[in-house]
């Protein structure tokens, strides 16, 4: 096979992560009102940095926060084509307009969306600027496709899962799996790429990591955001494709290519068009550089 078959539904040219053979899994947030902290994660290996202006920073140091991350994306270094991207996850309307004409900036994260109409706002505010709306409560799940296809500067979904866990009131994690389903089925809807898995918490537990990303993985989402370096591996890890699932991708489009249609296999497994476009999607995602 020639080429990277798109693993997911085409986005328009100008998004920051257009490459379909090489989709982000990694997603690491820091806080805004530590540079230095910021300086380590581009270094860090994680596909996208995401510089926190929310939660991550007390009321009285949102100012600063948003004075240093404004700093950062007006340094042309951020702003290289081969730069890490940088999203903000930002926290009023002032962040909005004080970082959206810099040139450092990938995209916007939104917290706490509740209805398409706060995304038109921003998107009128900020126009040209990428937007990945995060859904935290019950009435944003409601709302999870008019959200997600509420604009074309809306490039992704997430859930705020802190957020969901308390208004939903929900102690379990099995709990949160329809809320999960429910937003990776708006993002395909919206021909929007699968929802990145929100963060885990205790960022010495891999183990429990693995195992939750391993979950996330089986609902649709595809990658993670993380809150420490030490978990960016195992993520990358639990995303790709085992050599398996590879093997047995590769043997589905070696077949689809000798015999047009629906076929079955030596094995028993039977393959028409809709097998065929997830294998590919498999190997696309395992040719990751």
Partial sequence: MTGCATPFPPLPEDHPQNDPCRPPLTW??????RPEVVAKALGSGADVVIVDLEDAVALDRKEYARSATAELLGDQVTAAPDAVPVHVRVHGEDDIRALA????????????IT????????????????????????LAIEHAYSIASAHHAVRGI????????ADLGVREDAGLDWPRSRVVVAARAAALPPP?????????????LWASCGRGRALGMLGRAAIHPRQ???????????????????????????????????DGRFVDAAVVASARRTIALAGRA
């Avoid at 997430?158 to 866990?165: I, N, P, S, V």
């Fill in 28 to 33: 690491l947030y820091v806080p805004g009102d």
């Fill in 101 to 112: 004409g810099l040139p450092g900036l990938a995209a916007f994260r939104l917290p706490k």
């Fill in 115 to 138: 209805h398409a109409v706060s995304v038109h706002h921003v998107a009128a505010v900020a126009p040209g600027v990428p937007l990945y709306p995060l859904l935290e409560s019950a």
């Fill in 158 to 165: 997430a859930l705020g899962e802190a957020d969901l866990r």
């Fill in 196 to 208: 990145v898995q929100s963060v885990f918490p205790d960022v010495q537990d891999l183990d429990g």
């Fill in 232 to 266: 960016l591996e195992v993520i990358e890890r639990a995303f790709r494709p085992t050599a398996e699932e590879i093997e047995a991708a590769e043997q589905i489009v070696a077949a689809s290519a000798v015999e047009a249609g629906a076929l079955a296999l030596p």
